[in-house]
């Protein structure tokens, strides 16, 4: 059994098929994975797969917007699955891959809102992600204290009519979540920080250049963090280096840098995280950026020298020290 300490970093994964998400495999810090899976059969296999892993938490149940039981609609694909129907609007469906979306199972699943769920796990979240075929939406309408202590949140997200509740014949995301998602977030205090597109979306015709743009943006996952420029007046140290390795691992390097620059002093350099791996694992994370610019025109390796043992009080590794180290440069 994992004693949680001020330094675990907590994080609730809601739809964690598969397991852990590939963006948290390599986190090295302090951590407890709470992850939540609707589907017994998948939740049943990741209890197995992480029995050894006294950190990893599984629950088989689904999060929404009501307390009580739903139909989970099991699809060829099953990660796919979901409580509500998919439109017919992806052209990634319509031809080789249309066997995916067949209906072969429907299971009676236990829900519950995620204001209760926290009352009942007792855990301050610091990250979530949320990934449930279109129910994202109905989990943030009573979020419960999820809020006071959240750091930063990434979702599943969709811009076209993606779902509809085959019960009632309604459209369940008229355009989309996105413009809702991000309004309810916005409110809350964070802001979106990236999405992951890079110009390539849902394939209208085989007569194009893989090297090109194409298609239409459909679904993809995005993520909110904390107004980074409001988050500098964060008195608790470990939460501002949760939030810096967080940035590191999620292509938002620039704003990691800006915050360790702005804030190391007020933290006396984080002395008081010095034994914590969390500590560490930002620290190689930083480290590991740097080394990845020093052949780029107008880098200088001794400003990163500079700026590295300033903020962290900590010696840089230089020349061959990053290479022959094995926490740096992994067997």
Same mark, same amino acid.
């Given at each position: 059994m ?5 330094y675990h970093?907590?994080v609730?994964?809601?739809?964690? $098929? ?15 994975m709470?992850?939540?899976?609707a589907d017994?059969?998948?939740?049943? $296999?990741?209890?197995? $797969? ?9 629950y088989?149940?689904?999060i929404?917007?009501t307390n009580?039981?739903?139909s989970?609609?099991i ?7 979901g ?6 609007n992806?052209?990634?469906?319509w031809?080789q $891959?249309?066997?995916?979306e ?17 009352k009942?796990?007792?855990y301050?979240i610091?990250?979530?992600?949320m ?14 204290n ?9 979702s ?7 779902f ?5 014949k309604?459209?369940?995301?008229y ?22 597109y ?7 015709s ?10 239409m ?15 500098l007046?964060?008195?608790d140290?470990n939460?501002?280096i949760?939030?810096?390795?967080f ?5 938002a ?5 800006w915050?360790?620059g702005?804030t190391?002093?007020?933290h ?8 914590s791996k ?7 994370l ?9 052949w ?5 390796i001794?400003e990163?020298k500079?700026?590295?043992e ?12 990053f290479?022959e180290s ?6």
């Amino acid at each position: 059994m994992v004693t949680k300490n001020n330094y675990h970093t907590i994080v609730l994964d809601i739809g964690a $098929r598969y397991g852990i998400h590939p963006s948290w495999k390599n986190f090295s810090g302090e951590n407890i994975m709470l992850l939540v899976e609707a589907d017994n059969f998948e939740a049943e $296999r990741l209890k197995k $797969r992480y029995k050894s892993f006294h950190n990893i938490k599984i629950y088989n149940q689904a999060i929404g917007d009501t307390n009580g039981y739903k139909s989970l609609r099991i699809l060829k694909n099953p990660a796919m699955s979901g409580f509500f129907k998919r439109t017919k609007n992806s052209p990634l469906f319509w031809g080789q $891959r249309k066997y995916q979306e067949k209906l072969i199972a429907k299971r009676k699943v236990k829900f519950e809102t995620l204001k209760n769920f926290l009352k009942k796990i007792k855990y301050k979240i610091d990250f979530i992600k949320m990934d449930v075929e279109g129910s994202e939406l109905d989990i943030l309408k009573h979020p419960g204290n999820l809020f006071s202590s959240l750091l930063a949140l990434r979702s599943e997200v969709s811009f076209v009519d993606t779902f509809h509740d085959k019960q009632t014949k309604k459209k369940k995301l008229y355009g989309g979540n996105f413009g809702d998602l991000n309004k309810i977030l916005n409110k809350q205090g964070f802001k979106l920080l990236n999405i992951e597109y890079n110009g390539k979306g849902d394939c209208f015709s085989k007569f194009i250049s893989s090297n090109q743009k194409y298609g239409m943006l459909q679904n993809t996952d995005a993520i909110w963090i904390k107004d980074p420029i409001k988050f500098l007046k964060e008195k608790d140290p470990n939460k501002i280096i949760k939030m810096i390795a967080f940035l590191f691992s999620n292509n938002a390097s620039d704003i990691a840098l800006w915050l360790l620059g702005n804030t190391y002093k007020k933290h006396k350099k984080f002395e008081s995280l010095k034994h914590s791996k969390v500590l560490r694992f930002a620290q190689i994370l930083c480290l590991k950026h740097f080394y990845s610019l020093k052949w780029l025109p107008n880098q200088k390796i001794k400003e990163h020298k500079l700026f590295y043992e300033k903020v962290f009080d900590s010696k840089y590794p230089e020349m061959n020290k990053f290479n022959e180290s094995l926490e740096l440069n992994p067997l």
